[in-house]
């Protein structure tokens, strides 16, 4: 398998090509590349070889990733039954999909539970008893997971760190009887699953240990015969260019140590990890405004309905300019702005960087996961092309939007 480097940074992307891209496809404009996103799978297997690799769906669930993640051999795990239809529509078969029901919907579960009956091989994740009393209710009797609250949790923020908050799974202690409960009302209980949170740094490893800890006492307490137990994702990507990658060996160690004792197969979801550096963002810079002691305010034709990190999580994304000639420009505080009449609108703040001019392109990093994902049409503006590279050619994957996009479900 080929190990690549573990992090794509904004500097390795060829500044003439990206514009090159800009060029011909317009701004804003996010670039994927497959290729890449393949290769970030295989170093994923290759820490945990002997596991189910299942891709979080949530981090980039265009048809173009899903597909060629299809063909790589990977499973999908997905958060809604939107998920499940994109796909099983992209290659995935029944039994490559894990769905992960976070207090459901009933149009959902019933999607789902209707979709499971020509797939039994299909699994649903449950993170509460009355999603399962819910699943009963519609006659599922099938492959049954039960979420699993552990009590701690750690990534990126505290917005991310799923495992110490209560709204996501069963608490551990009430998990081994309602295993059982399940299992005599006559699910097919197959597993339990729990998650640390997202963006998970080498200073991580511990809070991901424990997690993993909790699922091997949930294992060992039940009298169900599981078939896996699924430890989640939230592997990181360092977002800034003086961040180092995470070291997946050892914590695919530590993992595979701790359910050594137990015969179940291991299963992990990555989803950031395999598709953020596989992104990037092009945008043109169309205002230039001096700002005092404040720097330059460079305005452009992304912000934050293109991309939501910054302005949701107080997120970092490395900005680039791809222009030729910055080496010549004088050096100040850039700060990025979008075209939204919001004052969050920002994806980038005091950024030392050489005088933008107006026509610049710029290239914001780390855009594969949560990007075009986490696209909206607020303010009435349409979401972005998508572009994607693979085996050396670029394809449009996802067309730009028109105002008749957003306003094709309105009645009169």
Aim: net charge negative.
């Amino acid at each position: 398998m080929t190990r690549d480097p573990a992090v794509r940074r904004l500097d390795d992307w060829g500044a003439p090509e990206l514009r090159d891209l800009a060029n011909e496809y317009g701004t804003p404009l996010y670039v994927l590349d497959l290729d890449r996103v393949a290769r970030n799978f295989e170093r994923v297997q290759a820490a945990f070889p002997n596991a189910a690799v299942h891709y979080a769906a949530k981090a980039n669930a265009g048809r173009a990733v899903l597909s060629r993640l299809a063909t790589e051999g990977a499973g999908v795990e997905c958060a809604s039954a939107g998920e499940v239809e994109r796909a099983l529509e992209a290659g995935f078969a029944g039994e490559d999909v894990l769905y992960t029901a976070v207090n459901p919907p009933a149009a959902d579960l019933d999607t789902v539970v209707a979709l499971a009956r020509d797939r039994p091989e299909l699994t649903i994740t449950a993170g509460a008893r009355d999603t399962v009393d819910r699943l009963a209710e519609r006659g599922y009797d099938g492959r049954l997971c039960l979420r699993v609250h552990p009590g701690t949790g750690a990534g990126h923020g505290e917005s991310v760190a799923t495992g110490g908050d209560a709204s996501f799974g069963v608490p551990a202690a009430d998990v081994p009887a309602l295993l059982e409960d399940a299992s005599d009302r006559g699910f097919d209980v197959v597993g339990v699953h729990a998650h640390t949170g997202s963006g998970l740094s080498n200073e991580d490893r511990e809070s991901h240990l424990a997690v993993v800890e909790t699922l091997a006492s949930v294992a060992e307490r039940t009298t169900v015969d599981l078939e896996f137990v699924d430890v989640g994702g939230g592997f990181g990507v360092p977002y800034r260019p003086e961040e180092p990658p995470l070291d997946l060996d050892p914590i695919a160690e530590a993992t595979r140590e701790a359910l050594a004792h137990l015969d179940v197969d291991l299963v992990v979801e990555p989803g950031r990890y395999l598709v953020a550096d596989a992104g990037v963002l092009l945008t043109t810079v169309n205002t230039v405004k001096p700002a005092g002691e404040q720097g330059t305010f460079a305005g452009v034709d992304a912000g934050m309905t293109t991309l939501l990190r910054p302005a949701l999580y107080d997120a970092f994304h490395h900005v680039r300019s791809l222009e030729p000639d910055t080496a010549d420009r004088e050096e100040t505080a850039v700060t990025v702005v979008g075209p939204v009449c919001e004052s969050t609108d920002v994806l980038a703040e005091g950024r030392r960087a050489p005088e933008p001019d107006r026509g610049d392109r710029l290239a914001i990093g780390n855009a594969g996961a949560y990007g075009i994902e986490m696209a909206n049409q607020y303010t009435s503006r349409p979401r972005p092309a998508v572009v994607a590279l693979e085996h050396g050619e670029d394809r449009i994957v996802r067309r730009r939007e028109t105002t008749e996009d957003i306003t094709a479900m309105e009645e009169p």
